[in-house]
């Protein structure tokens, strides 16, 4: 049973523009939000983070939204950079378990 | 470079066959989880283990198993491997229970 579901698997943008990537969830227990950024061959990397008291986190170009109410996130990437193009990875944990639940993930491709 | 080691890289077997994955978090951290990434799939958790014991479980077959030792390391062991057992296996590790978790760079399993 996916309880976070991307159900955008590639994303195409031009270099400069905004890349909005999507997120969706169904275990209304959850409570943080993560988002990872994974190149080919290594291992994912923290991005950004959001907590559920929280509506909007900010860090440089990347911005995290949270809607408790549909049950969405979304990741706002601006202004995309070629060395932006990577599979992100959305995650969401469940304070009374210690796993995080990851979304299928969304490739990322910035165009020059 | 998230501090956190895994190996081998890289593991090519056969079926029926049992090889074991070796992570090592980053310093200070007490808490190793391991996932696996089958092909364009997102992550699954498998198990999560806290200073030595096991903490939550997930999707984990029961042809797999794994341990944390004193030192903090932990080892994933897959036996009687099956095709679909070909994956990308990651470790994370976190100080506590609830933080960000750092991911290993993976190692990839291949079963011929």
């Known amino acids: 049973d996916q309880q976070v579901k991307q159900n955008s698997p590639s994303l195409s943008v031009q270099e400069g523009r905004i890349s909005i990537l999507n997120c969706d969830y169904t275990?209304?227990?959850?409570?943080?939000f993560l988002w990872y950024k994974k190149y080919p061959a290594e291992g994912p990397t923290f991005l950004i983070s959001?907590?559920?008291?929280?509506d909007k986190n900010e860090d440089g170009r990347f911005t995290v939204f949270l809607n408790k109410s549909a049950k969405h996130l979304s990741l706002h990437i601006v202004p995309s950079q070629p060395g932006d193009s990577a599979v992100y990875f959305c995650a969401a944990s469940d304070p009374l378990d210690y796993k995080l639940s990851f979304g299928a993930g969304t490739t990322v491709t910035v165009r020059a | 470079d998230s501090g956190v080691t895994q190996t081998p890289k890289h593991l090519i077997t056969a079926t029926g066959q049992r090889v074991t994955l070796r992570c090592s978090p980053r310093?200070?951290?007490?808490?190793v989880y391991w996932y696996q990434q089958s092909l364009d799939q997102g992550l699954q958790f498998l198990i999560q283990?806290?200073?030595?014991?096991?903490?939550a479980k997930g999707n984990i077959l029961e042809r797999f198993s794994a341990q944390q030792f004193p030192d903090l390391h932990s080892e994933l062991n897959l036996s009687s491997l099956e095709l679909g057992d070909s994956a990308l296996y990651f470790c994370a590790s976190t100080r506590q229970g609830l933080d960000t978790q750092y991911f290993g760079p993976g190692t990839r399993l291949t079963v011929l």
């Open positions: 283990y806290y200073n030595g014991e096991e903490r």
């Open positions: 959001i907590s559920s008291i929280k």
């Open positions: 310093s200070g951290d007490l808490s």
């Open positions: 275990n209304s227990m959850f409570d943080y």
